[in-house]
């Protein structure tokens, strides 16, 4: 169990000042959870298949995706898990800078497990990340934890 | 040619039976018998005068009383033949005639005139060339006309010959003229389709040539005047010698004609002309040379049938080569399509032979040559576009008589033919012709003076033309199927160029639409680290710079999220003029209820009061851009507000039969909806520009800091469905926001 408890949320972002703020916020609001952090596509989907520099790589515990990403994109990413009978049930949660129907909908199609709006002002970021940590981490059983909230 | 007087006149002239008039021209005698007994049942009553005995005398008789042997063989012959027609030599009573035979009412009818000399071989011959002579020198219809003229005044000796067309149906002009010097030409007047009744045209095109030997001599009885068994005259449709009915003969007279003679030129079987031909004396004109005028007559009709469908060939050519040209520059041309047309005005209005042309794309309307004003065609587009088409194209000859407006300008366009280009849009190809009395050269003599007089008015050729004026008053030439086969042509070949454009557009759209979205994400992106590295700048060091340096840090912080929120809002406004509209039918109630429920925190924040004074209603339109353009209008009224005042905002509308004060209401017969507020209102110089893109009355920082788009996106949403959004206001009196939804879907 405590092993589990290690495990990490992946954040697949490629703007650092997002990657920043986010961790920033997980030690102000000093949330467990050990971040993984990955800048592209690519290297999201090495981490997860544990190919190339990420071999030894620990499964995580939820993935948060944005969509925008150079190289290969969120929505490609978000297809392959999802098409993957091992990575299927991980949890994928978008986290995207975009109101677009398109996009959240989009999204949805293709399996997300939730879609959150990713606010510019640190303040408004807060409560989501707080309301991303109360949810996930304290009210819902994630798979493979034997339906034990994590907090 | 019956002249055309009173619709009253006119209609007698239409009734009057002038093929029972029973009787005939004085110059020859009449007999009509019966089969196969040959014996005479009615003779014209001058009858003694050719052959010596009484009507009554013959009457009864068989022919062989009266007839030579061998001529009654001749007839006998020509009786047995299946049509009996034609001439037959005839001596009777020791005189010789020409004979000419046909059969009416039960009866063979036999028209004797005495013959005048023999023509002979050699003057056979002269004839023979005579006839042919016009076929082989002329060039071109007209010239053939004039040859024709001269060989049948040659042939027959009248003073003045016409050939007279009808131009279409409804009138007539004189196109070639042979005449002596000391008579009046009439070479080129026009004539109403009234001045020849509708029988007289019948019997045009049964008896192709008609001789009135006489116009002042006393038609000759037959005797009987009745046929018994039909208690009517004997029917003289086909008889050479019908007399004449008084009104022509009437007109003959008032116009100073001895003799006049008429030849029909019939094409398939219809008449489309005649040679008229006028003598101020009487002219006994021989039947050989009637005959070779006759067949003149025919030879020509053949020859200029052919001559036409060449030039019709001709100019389907000449215009297939014009449409041609015109796709061929429109493709190469780098322009825009419609300058690209305008600079092939020429070939345009080549196309479908007309004086002007205007070209309604979409755009401000694009006029070649002679055309009604911009406003007058934009008006005239609006009415096309509410009228039913054959297919795709429309067209008329009295524009001024199916449209009124037009009356203005009948001199340009009394003549219209249009083409659709787009089913679903206003969007036309328009040929003008102007008044065809503009068109026309008077070639008479318009100087001289009317002659008054029982009955003449009429007769004379200059109340002839004033006649044939008032017929064709505000109509243009007509536009013929090769015209409105060439407009169609050129509408199929504009809507493929067009759908060229369309498709570059679309594609150019699509290309628009990714370049947008990325620069808008890559540019909002580093705007969103900017904002949150000032943050964390804020947070980690903001005790340290002080006040001031806060202060800063914090416009750095809102001046790069304001430029975010501009970029998003142009990213939406330049995709809203290309979304499509997903209609149906909607509840503008719950759409309201739905728009206030996310608004609300906004409004509570305000301290505003909502008032939606009655139930809005269902009716048809995009449920998710009418949200949108209801949030926008809540949230403005819900930001401009008056200090110190207890605030209010009022959401309703107004049905088509409530009154609302001019100019609030564009269209008579829809909904109008509004949101009303008692905030700071807005001067009526601004009314306009609050619309615009980007455009603000206040500092940024003010009433919440709007972002300028959301009036501009609200009015395009507006204009999509093909309504109107606008505003009553004035500074300190609130503002009212109006829209409308046009017409729905189609």
């Known amino acids: ?151 | 040619m019956n002249p055309p007087v009173s619709q009253t006149e006119l209609t007698e002239c239409d009734r009057e039976p002038i093929h029972l008039l029973g009787g005939i021209q004085p110059h020859g005698a009449l007999v009509a018998f019966s089969e196969p007994d040959l014996t005479l049942r009615v003779v014209s009553a001058n009858i003694e005068a050719w052959l010596g005995r009484a009507p009554q005398a013959l009457l009864g008789q068989p022919l062989a009383e009266f007839l030579h042997p061998t001529s009654l063989a001749l007839l006998t012959r020509a009786l047995s033949q299946h049509a009996p027609v034609g001439t037959l030599r005839i001596e009777a009573a020791g005189h010789a005639f020409v004979g000419l035979l046909h059969r009416s009412d039960g009866l063979a009818v036999l028209d004797l005139e005495p013959v005048t000399g023999d023509v002979g071989e050699e003057g056979a011959l002269v004839m023979v060339d005579q006839i042919l002579s016009p076929l082989t020198r002329a060039k071109g219809p007209r010239a053939l006309l004039q040859e024709v003229a001269g060989a049948v005044r040659t042939l027959s000796g009248f003073d003045r010959v016409m050939v007279y067309l009808f131009d279409s149906d409804w009138h007539g002009e004189v196109v070639a003229e042979s005449r002596d010097p000391a008579m009046d030409s009439f070479l080129g007047l026009h004539f109403p389709a009234s001045d020849i009744p509708v029988q007289a045209r019948a019997l045009y095109v049964r008896n192709t040539l008609r001789l009135i030997a006489d116009a002042r001599a006393r038609p000759v009885p037959l005797v009987p005047a009745v046929l018994p068994e039909l208690g009517r005259p004997l029917d003289l449709s086909g008889a050479a010698l019908r007399s004449v009915s008084p009104v022509h003969l009437e007109y003959l007279a008032n116009m100073g004609v001895g003799a006049s003679m008429s030849i029909s030129l019939l094409r398939e079987g219809a008449l489309w002309g005649l040679i008229a031909c006028h003598h101020r004396t009487p002219l006994k004109v021989p039947a050989a040379a009637r005959r070779a005028c006759d067949v003149l007559a025919r030879l020509v009709s053949l020859q200029l049938a052919s001559e036409e469908r060449a030039a019709t060939a001709a100019e389907l050519a000449r215009r297939a080569q014009f449409q041609t040209q015109l796709m061929e520059r429109l493709s190469a041309g780098s322009s825009s399509l419609p300058v690209s047309l305008s600079r092939e005005a020429d070939s345009v209005l080549g196309l479908t032979g007309s004086t002007g042309a205007a070209l309604l794309l979409g755009e401000a309307p694009i006029l070649m040559g002679a055309t009604p004003t911009l406003d007058e065609v934009k008006a005239l587009g609006e009415w096309l576009a509410r009228q039913s088409f054959e297919g795709t194209t429309f067209h008329t000859e009295r524009l001024g008589q199916v449209y009124e407006p037009a009356q203005a300008y009948l001199d340009v366009a009394s003549g219209l033919l249009a083409v659709r280009l787009d089913p679903s849009a206003p969007r036309f190809v328009i040929w003008f012709r102007p008044e065809v009395t503009r068109t026309v050269t008077w070639a008479g003599n318009p100087s001289k003076p009317v002659v008054q007089g029982p009955g003449t008015q009429r007769l004379h050729p200059r109340a002839s033309f004033v006649a044939w004026q008032e017929t064709v008053q505000g109509a243009s030439l007509p536009w013929t199927s090769e015209d409105r086969t060439a407009a169609a042509g050129l509408r199929g070949a504009l809507v493929g160029v067009l759908l060229r454009h369309a498709a570059a557009l679309t594609r150019s759209n699509a290309e628009l639409d990714a370049f947008g979205g990325t620069v808008a994400h890559d540019l909002k992106e580093p705007l969103r680290g900017i904002q949150q590295y000032v943050s964390f700048l804020l947070e980690d060091v903001g005790e340290a710079v002080g006040s001031e340096g806060r202060k800063q840090l914090e416009e750095v912080r809102w001046l790069a999220g304001r430029t975010q929120g501009q970029m998003e809002a142009l990213f939406e406004y330049s995709r809203v003029g290309r979304v499509e509209l997903s209609w149906g039918q909607a509840d503008m109630q719950e759409i309201l209820e739905d728009v206030l429920t996310i608004v609300s925190s906004r409004i509570h924040e305000n301290q505003i009061e909502v008032r939606v004074p009655r139930r809005l209603p269902v009716l048809a339109c995009d449920r998710v851009r009418i949200h949108q353009v209801w949030s926008n209008l809540l949230t403005n009224a819900a930001k401009y507000h008056q200090a110190g005042k207890p605030r209010w905002v009022e959401a309703g509308f107004i049905t088509p039969e409530e009154p609302l004060s001019n100019p609030a209401r564009r269209r008579a017969d829809e909904y109008v909806f509004y949101v009303r507020d008692n905030g700071i209102g807005i001067s009526e110089r601004f009314h306009e520009t609050i619309f615009e893109m980007f455009r603000r009355l206040h500092p940024a920082h003010a009433y919440g800091g709007g972002n300028g788009a959301g009036l501009a996106i609200a009015r395009r949403l507006i204009q999509l469905h093909g309504g109107d959004l606008w505003v009553e206001s004035a500074p300190g009196q609130g503002s009212t926001f109006y829209f409308t939804l046009g017409k729905g879907p189609g």
């Open chain 1, 1 to 151: 169990m405590m092993d589990e408890l290690k495990r990490p949320v992946l954040l697949v972002e490629d703007s650092d000042p997002d990657a920043e703020a986010l961790q920033r916020l997980v030690r102000k609001l000093s949330l467990s959870w050990p971040i993984m952090r990955v800048a592209d596509g690519e290297s999201a989907l090495d981490y997860l298949f544990q190919r190339g520099a990420y071999v030894d790589a620990p499964r995580p515990m939820l993935v948060l995706l944005d969509l925008h990403l150079p190289g290969v994109g969120g929505r490609e990413i978000l297809a392959t898990l999802k098409a993957d009978a091992h990575l299927r049930s991980l949890p994928v949660i978008v986290f995207s800078n975009s109101k677009r129907v398109e996009d959240v909908d989009g999204a949805y199609e293709l399996g997300a497990n939730s879609y959150l709006f990713k606010p510019s002002r640190l303040e408004e970021l807060e409560d989501v990340v707080s309301a991303l940590h109360h949810f996930w981490f304290n009210v819902a059983r994630l798979p493979g934890l034997g339906g034990l909230p994590l907090g």
